[in-house]
């Protein structure tokens, strides 16, 4: 049974947290918090919406500390019970004879052994050093190392091993292609001379001209030697190794498309790719720098942008951007708040470097062209075969095309 003061440590802390609760609530304006109320203000005794924030800070930590001697407290009720339960244990029993005994023989601990003992009463009277001699029958421990070793079966649980997930490719469409390069026609020049003229008057002209770009596909490739007795004894070895070798492929390819430098056997990314807009932040805060990109991709671009790239760090900065009373812009911590800005949502990845960040139309200007998808296949290589080893390969091909760069702008300095 719990004790009166624990009750009471409880029913103090569900009142504080039931009363912060309320200002909460009386404050929440949509996604954001209104901390000048008029109500908000009265009930927690504040002038402003400063002195809001701050005394609901100090409640915030009232709390935090009475929830800290509620566990001590707690802990401590835990370790009461614990003791009852070990000295109740403890305690020797009384058992009885023997059904094979020829008389009825008490069960004594050794303790009443010596207690009982002539010797002990001998010692009692003169209080003398002298020796006891105790009947107890002394056997060899029963344990696990000279005893009977446990079972132990391991678990169908499989632990994965920290890898970079793929991060960007579901935001690229992905088309086939049947040759060894990605051949297209660009339109270069496109000047509109539409004009009004008087009657008789030569008529306007305009410029179209197109030039064939090319894009060669390169091949991304792995591969893992695996014993045949791995692979018999194990069956579900196989499918893992499958598995992984797929994963390995498309988390390179995310990483190409994202960055890849353009020397072969590289894919060119789209932070290389010529013609691509910048936008430096400079003194502009962050959200401002990612809207000015927006911008550019509309108007130089022509295109809508639908998605935004950045760096997890980068996100967390803009995630814990306060304003200057304390309060979150991208929502209260106690929300999970929206991976979006300005209605696009933000993708995060890791391929590249933090402070970098791109605003870009990637479903209409951008594709990932598949000249073959991931092959996986099984055989001997070199000395394999005498070695009992089979060598399982991975590969894919593939071409990272951008249509029109400017549909890209690379937001820097964040």
């Given at each position: 049974m719990e004790s009166n003061a624990l009750v009471e440590k409880r029913q103090q802390f569900a009142a504080k947290q039931k009363e912060l609760g309320e200002v909460m609530s009386m404050a929440k304006d949509g996604s954001t918090y209104d901390m000048s109320r008029k109500n908000v203000l009265e009930k927690l005794g504040a002038s402003d919406s400063a002195d809001a924030v701050a005394k609901i800070k100090e409640r915030n930590r009232e709390l935090d500390a009475l929830s800290a001697d509620l566990q001590v407290a707690e802990l401590k009720e835990v370790e009461s019970a614990i003791g009852e339960r070990n000295s109740a244990r403890n305690t020797p029993a009384r058992a009885t004879s023997h059904p094979a005994s020829s008389k009825d023989v008490e069960s004594k601990s050794f303790g009443e052994l010596v207690v009982n003992s002539k010797a002990f009463e001998a010692y009692k009277q003169t209080r003398q050093p002298t020796s006891l001699d105790v009947d107890i029958d002394m056997k060899t421990l029963f344990q696990t190392s000279a005893g009977y070793a446990p079972?132990?079966?391991?678990?169908?649980?499989l632990v994965e091993g920290v890898a970079r997930p793929v991060q960007i490719l579901d935001l690229i469409p992905t088309r086939p292609i049947n040759q060894a390069v990605d051949k297209y026609m660009a339109e270069t020049t496109r000047?509109?001379?539409?004009?009004?003229?008087?009657?008789?008057?030569?008529?306007?002209?305009?410029?179209?001209?197109?030039?064939?770009?090319?894009?060669?596909?390169?091949?991304?490739?792995?591969?893992?030697?695996?014993?045949?007795e791995q692979l018999e004894d194990a069956p579900e070895v196989a499918g893992l190794l499958d598995q992984r070798l797929r994963f390995g492929l498309r988390q390179r390819l995310d990483q190409q498309v994202?960055?890849?430098?353009?020397?072969?056997?590289?894919?060119?990314?789209?932070?290389?790719?010529?013609?691509?807009?910048?936008?430096?932040?400079?003194?502009d805060p962050v959200f401002d720098a990612i809207f000015k990109a927006m911008i550019k991709v509309r108007i130089t671009g022509r295109a809508f942008p639908n998605a935004i790239i950045m760096h997890p760090t980068d996100w967390q900065n803009v995630r814990l951007t306060r304003t200057a009373?304390?309060?979150?812009?991208?929502?209260?911590?106690?929300?999970?708040?929206?991976?979006?800005?300005?209605?696009?949502?933000?993708?995060?990845?890791?391929?590249?470097?933090?402070?970098?960040?791109?605003v870009a139309d990637l479903a209409n200007f951008t594709y990932v062209g598949e000249r073959r998808g991931i092959n996986v296949e099984i055989g001997y290589v070199n000395d394999n075969f005498i070695k009992g080893q089979k060598t399982i390969r991975a590969d894919l091909r593939a071409v990272f095309t951008v249509t029109r760069a400017a549909a890209i702008c690379s937001v820097t300095g964040l």
């Open positions: 079972q132990s079966v391991r678990s169908g649980l000047t509109h001379s539409s004009a009004e003229k008087a009657e008789a008057a030569q008529y306007a002209e305009s410029t179209f001209v197109w030039a064939e770009q090319t894009n060669t596909v390169q091949k991304i490739t792995d591969s893992i030697p695996v014993t045949d994202f960055n890849g430098d353009g020397n072969s056997p590289n894919l060119k990314g789209m932070l290389t790719v010529s013609g691509i807009q910048t936008q430096a932040k400079s003194t009373d304390g309060l979150y812009i991208m929502g209260n911590p106690s929300e999970v708040g929206p991976q979006s800005l300005f209605g696009l949502p933000v993708a995060l990845c890791d391929a590249g470097s933090a402070g970098t960040a791109v």
